[in-house]
């Protein structure tokens, strides 16, 4: 099945602010409007109930210092050391 993307007269995109950018286009659930402009997308319920909300997780704080991956980042970092290759370009490796 084809989506019939629609052009909103008058419309501006909330990112860019351009008018006349935004088009929209619905699906059995849902309605959707991006921007071509800058890429701004959204969508929106055709029912009316809420958006389901994320659970709280250690993963994904709002805080880095809440982070799993904090700890990671705050450890010394390593010290990178030279390697030395000595070739003789005379003697083949037989």
């Given at each position: ?38 890429g ?22 709002d ?32």
């Open positions: 099945m084809s989506v019939t993307k629609r052009f909103i007269a008058g419309a501006v995109c909330p990112r860019c602010g351009k008018m006349d950018a935004v088009r929209m286009h619905r699906d059995e659930e849902r309605e959707y409007r991006e921007c071509i402009a800058c701004f997308s959204d969508s929106l319920r055709l029912d009316g109930r809420p958006e389901p909300q994320e659970i709280d997780t250690r993963v994904h704080k805080k880095p210092e809440d982070r799993l991956s904090a700890k990671a980042k705050a450890s010394e970092p390593v010290k990178a050391e030279p390697i030395r290759l000595f070739l003789n370009p005379g003697k083949s490796a037989d």
